[in-house]
């Protein structure tokens, strides 16, 4: 089955703090991998899609990562508005779901 | 203005008294999907759709129906609402579903059933 872990569950930052936070997947054949970001009470906003291992992308302070196993988001030096909570998924080949991971809470304090 | 909308986004009813909530993409997207998303479970899809009559269940579709009559509508239906369905859910829509092409939320509807 198709699982996607992501840590930590809540980060503490201080403004300009460099930090990364992590998400390890397993399937069966990756289609694709993708970053969103969730404000309380909003709908998930979309970031990155990545598509096989080695990729890179990158917006603003943001840039993610991709392994055959995990992939990572990159936060360089976080302001307050990047708190959030960053949400992972994976599309495996042959399906149309995305599996989502429970994210990763970020507070970026001033 | 490329969105989804979502109708109601709050919504508090009683146990079984039936309930839907609308969904409505502008972009012409073929594929249309809803979440529910509850705290320590993440997003779990409860219904999805590939075009126009065209529907299937996904991970948690116990309790739901949906219908897909028109391109740009998907709305989800709860015949009998329980406590257990109280969630904020979301739907979603994509372009085609022959690429892992990027997927669009909407605002959300926060539902709670009594």
């Known amino acids: 089955e198709d699982q996607v872990t992501q840590s930590p569950e809540a980060l503490r930052l201080q403004e300009g703090e460099s930090s990364s936070l992590n998400c390890s997947y397993t399937v069966s054949g990756l289609r694709g991998l993708f970053w969103y970001r969730q404000d309380p009470g909003k709908g998930p906003e979309f970031l990155f899609t990545l598509y096989s291992a080695g990729e890179e992308k990158e917006k603003e302070r943001l840039k993610a990562t991709l392994t055959k196993k995990e992939s990572f988001l990159h936060i360089t030096a976080p302001k307050p508005e990047d708190s959030a909570t960053y949400l992972c998924?994976?599309?495996?080949?042959?399906?149309?779901?995305?599996?989502f991971g429970t994210g990763t809470r970020l507070l970026v304090s001033p | 203005e490329a969105q989804v909308t979502q109708n109601p986004r709050y919504l508090i009813t009683v146990t079984g008294k039936k309930l839907t909530v609308t969904c409505s993409q502008n972009m012409n997207h073929e594929y249309m999907s809803w979440y529910r998303q509850d705290p320590g479970l993440g997003l779990r899809q409860i219904y999805y759709?590939?075009?126009?009559?065209?529907?299937d269940k996904g991970d948690v579709p116990e309790g739901y129906k949906v219908s897909r009559k028109e391109k740009r509508n998907f709305p989800l239906i709860l015949e009998s609402p329980s406590p257990n369905q109280t969630s904020l859910y979301f739907c979603?829509?994509?372009?085609?579903?022959?690429?892992?092409?990027?997927?669009?939320f909407g605002p959300g509807t926060r539902l709670t059933v009594l």
């Open positions: 759709s590939m075009n126009v009559e065209v529907t």
């Open positions: 979603a829509s994509r372009l085609g579903t022959a690429t892992p092409d990027t997927q669009y």
């Open positions: 998924a994976v599309q495996a080949v042959g399906f149309q779901k995305l599996v």
